[in-house]
Structure formats: structure tokens, C-alpha cells
């Protein structure tokens, strides 16, 4: 739901609200491959930084509207990760959004090839579509 606190003077919401929620799909998205940011960034010291994020705002959302994430792998490169998103509000698209990850080594903040592990979960996830 679109709260209060997500929106401008204006009732819709604040166009940087929209990433803090992007990111929290994400987040989430990670955990439910069976990945936690909590395991990779804590345990293994692996980051997944957002390199590029091509946004399209297509129409607004207002406080208490009800928008759904959706969220598809568009690519798996060696060290990248394309997602596709689409906010949906009342089955219109409110934003679509392209966004490119690197998975990156926090020791030394360059990239790395996505482990093993990490890349057959995200490869089981594309193909369950």
C-alpha cells in the first residue's frame, strides 16, 4: 500500500520512495532464491550494487492505492544481472524500471563471477517462467 510517509504535498508518490521500494523487492527477491543479502554480504562478502537504472515513470500513484512489483530476469552474464520491473496499480503500469547488478567482491570492490550456487538459483528462478 502506498503510505503516507511514501508521498509529496502533491498525495503521489516521492519518485526516490519508489527506488526504497525496488530495492526492498530485491532484498527480497535474494532471500526467496535462498540468498539473503544477510548470508552474501555478511557471510561470503559479496555485494550486488545496482550499476544502471533506467526508469519510466508511467503514471502516479496515490496515498492509500494498493501497487504490485513485479520483477523478471532479462539477463545473466558472467558478473551482471539484468531485472526487468513493472509496478502495476489497478492493472495499469505506474513504472517500469530496467535495472543491471554486478555481483562484486566487498573485499576488493571489483567484480566477480557470480558463484556457482548463486548463479543456478537465479538460472532455476528464469526458468520457472
Same mark, same amino acid.
Given at each position: 500500500?502506498?503510505?503516507?510517509?511514501?508521498?509529496?504535498?502533491?498525495?503521489?508518490?516521492?519518485?526516490?520512495?519508489?527506488?526504497?521500494?525496488?530495492?526492498?523487492?530485491?532484498?527480497?527477491?535474494?532471500?526467496?532464491?535462498?540468498?539473503?543479502?544477510?548470508?552474501?554480504?555478511?557471510?561470503?562478502?559479496?555485494?550486488?550494487?545496482?550499476?544502471?537504472?533506467?526508469?519510466?515513470?508511467?503514471?502516479?500513484?496515490?496515498?492509500?492505492?494498493?501497487?504490485?512489483?513485479?520483477?523478471?530476469?532479462?539477463?545473466?552474464?558472467? !558478473?551482471?544481472? @539484468?531485472?526487468?520491473?513493472? +509496478?502495476?496499480? $489497478? =492493472? #495499469?503500469?505506474?513504472?517500469? %524500471? *530496467?535495472?543491471?547488478?554486478?555481483?562484486? !567482491?566487498?573485499? @576488493?570492490?571489483?567484480?566477480? +563471477?557470480?558463484? $556457482? =550456487? #548463486?548463479?543456478?538459483?537465479? %538460472? *532455476?528462478?528464469?526458468?520457472?517462467?
Amino acid at each position: 500500500m502506498v503510505r503516507f510517509a511514501d508521498c509529496d504535498p502533491a498525495g503521489i508518490v516521492f519518485f526516490p520512495n519508489y527506488f526504497r521500494m525496488l530495492n526492498g523487492v530485491v532484498e527480497d527477491w535474494w532471500a526467496s532464491l535462498g540468498h539473503p543479502w544477510t548470508q552474501l554480504v555478511g557471510e561470503r562478502r559479496m555485494g550486488t550494487p545496482t550499476v544502471r537504472l533506467d526508469t519510466e515513470f508511467v503514471r502516479p500513484s496515490k496515498m492509500g492505492e494498493v501497487i504490485r512489483f513485479h520483477l523478471s530476469v532479462e539477463r545473466l552474464g558472467a !558478473s551482471s544481472l @539484468t531485472l526487468r520491473h513493472v +509496478v502495476i496499480g $489497478d =492493472d #495499469v503500469a505506474r513504472m517500469r %524500471v *530496467r535495472q543491471v547488478l554486478v555481483a562484486t !567482491s566487498l573485499d @576488493t570492490h571489483k567484480a566477480i +563471477v557470480w558463484p $556457482d =550456487d #548463486v548463479r543456478a538459483a537465479i %538460472v *532455476r528462478f528464469m526458468e520457472r517462467k
